[in-house]
């Protein structure tokens, strides 16, 4: 989830909040995705959060960007083909490479994938005008699972349909997939090396600063941005979300989905007995109900240790992540591990931690972690299954439901349950630093890997990948040279 952006789509309503979820926009208005490319000169003065610019607010479109590529006639309105596509989209071929060169290289999470995807599709292309990219990352902002994924499957799904995205969206996930599957061989299973398992347990400690800074990160903007009215509900949302993954990660969807339709009913967007209320958001409270009545939900937090699990139990921690997950990111993390490591025992603390920093130093979404934890649970052909189970909601919403993004954004009902879900997502992002400082096992030489880790990032601010990988090289120095004790 990106720092969410609020009260921007139309410069006239410009007393901004902090996401989507806080604008004042009728429901009624729908003024349609039409066409990808093109036609975003007139929605163009709306100024939003946009993380790949850097600057905070979105710029008008340009004439160029608000044209197709093509050989039209110079109407900005461009040919299209007997499929219905601009005659100068790009190749499936081209797709593939494009979206899979971004897969590669996007290290740095969501801020770093939007700033490469707007520089092919906006900036270098022209495949998308800047206001079409914009209200993407405001529709995908407000989606449960990793929004940077699916703002990548949208765009390749604006530039070649529906193959264009099942195709871009592969080619997104699968150079970050392949890494992380291979490294999780290489950490949790055998008997690596003891600098190796120090290289680990070094990153591993760093992870809850990691996670302490995109919490505030995400937190200081809503708190900054949000009306004096509301900032007592905020608070109680973040302090939900942050005691809910603290102390019952495996039941944080619950307290998410909560706290946005608590706000849906304080905000007057509807009232608690109207049948048609909450239907947007409310199938994961009906797909959680569903599931707990076939058995496949624990009926408390933790569950004995004799657990048996199978793959339904995987698909449902993967399900969890990418459908049911609102903020994404780290907000998985109290998810995955309350079943990954308390639950059903498919790894310890430590290969939990050693999971989570490698979501992070690998390129790609940092929901890929489920595939880490998937390995520890079935080898490759698990990490597969939770991969595809995990990302397969966010193409289901692409594929279904592009054509509807737009409508998205100005749905008073949608913007209302943001409002509560996203502090709640923000403040479960920085309670799971708690749990995971408490999977450290080592404190005597952690622990002070953990301070310079925060050191790095809040003091010196070094970004996260630099901080993690200084982290492992510490943590295997301190094994591999001072012989520090590992874990048995």
């Not at 950490?187 to 302490?212: E, I, K, N, Q």
Request: net charge positive.
């Amino acid at each position: 989830m990106y720092p969410p952006s609020t009260n921007s789509y139309r410069a006239s309503r410009s007393d901004r909040s902090t996401r989507p979820g806080d604008r004042d926009s009728s429901e009624d208005e729908d003024p349609g995705l039409g066409d990808c490319a093109g036609d975003g000169e007139s929605e163009s003065e709306g100024r939003r959060y946009s993380p790949g610019d850097g600057s905070g607010e979105s710029r008008r479109d340009s004439p160029a960007e608000g044209r197709r590529v093509s050989a039209g006639d110079g109407s900005g309105e461009g040919r299209r083909d007997g499929a219905g596509l601009d005659a100068g989209a790009p190749s499936l071929a081209r797709v593939a490479r494009e979206w899979g060169r971004i897969g590669a290289t996007g290290f740095g999470g969501p801020p770093a994938h939007i700033a490469l995807l707007r520089e092919l599709c906006v900036r270098r292309n022209g495949w998308m005008s800047n206001a079409k990219f914009e209200h993407a990352i405001g529709a995908t902002n407000m989606l449960p699972g990793p929004a940077s994924t699916q703002t990548a499957i949208y765009c390749a799904w604006c530039v070649r349909g529906a193959r264009g995205a099942l195709i871009g969206g592969a080619a997104f996930i699968l150079p970050g997939l392949i890494m992380i599957l291979a490294l999780s061989a290489l950490f949790l299973t055998g008997s690596p090396p003891g600098w190796l398992r120090g290289a680990g347990l070094g990153a591993g400690a760093a992870v809850a600063a990691v996670a302490l800074r995109a919490g505030l990160t995400l937190a200081r903007p809503i708190w900054a941005r949000t009306e004096h009215a509301r900032r007592p509900r905020v608070l109680i949302y973040g302090l939900a979300g942050g005691l809910a993954a603290a102390l019952v990660g495996s039941w944080l969807v619950l307290v998410l989905l909560a706290c946005g339709v608590c706000e849906l009913v304080l905000a007057g967007a509807v009232r608690p007995s109207a049948r048609s209320g909450l239907s947007l958001h409310s199938w994961p409270a009906m797909l959680l109900a569903a599931v707990r009545s076939a058995g496949a939900l624990p009926v408390t937090a933790t569950t004995s240790a004799t657990t048996t699990a199978g793959a339904g139990a995987l698909a449902w921690t993967a399900l969890k992540v990418g459908a049911l997950a609102f903020g994404g990111g780290f907000v998985i993390v109290p998810l995955m591990q309350g079943d990954a490591v308390n639950t059903y025992h498919w790894m310890t603390h430590s290969q939990f931690l050693n999971a989570v920093a490698l979501g992070q130093v690998t390129p790609g979404p940092v929901v890929l972690t489920v595939a880490a934890v998937g390995y520890a649970a079935a080898g490759v052909p698990g990490g597969l299954l939770a991969t595809v189970v995990a990302f397969a909601p966010s193409f289901a919403f692409v594929l279904l439901g592009a054509g509807r993004f737009e409508r998205l954004i100005v749905n008073a009902r949608a913007s209302a349950f943001m409002s509560g879900a996203a502090p709640a997502a923000c403040g479960a992002i920085l309670g799971s630093s708690v749990p995971l400082a408490g999977a450290i096992a080592e404190p005597s030489w952690q622990a002070p890997i953990l301070a310079g880790a925060a050191g790095m990032l809040f003091v010196l601010r070094r970004g996260v990948v630099a901080t993690l990988l200084v982290a492992g090289a510490v943590g295997a120095l301190v094994v591999g040279l001072a012989g520090a004790p590992l874990p048995g």
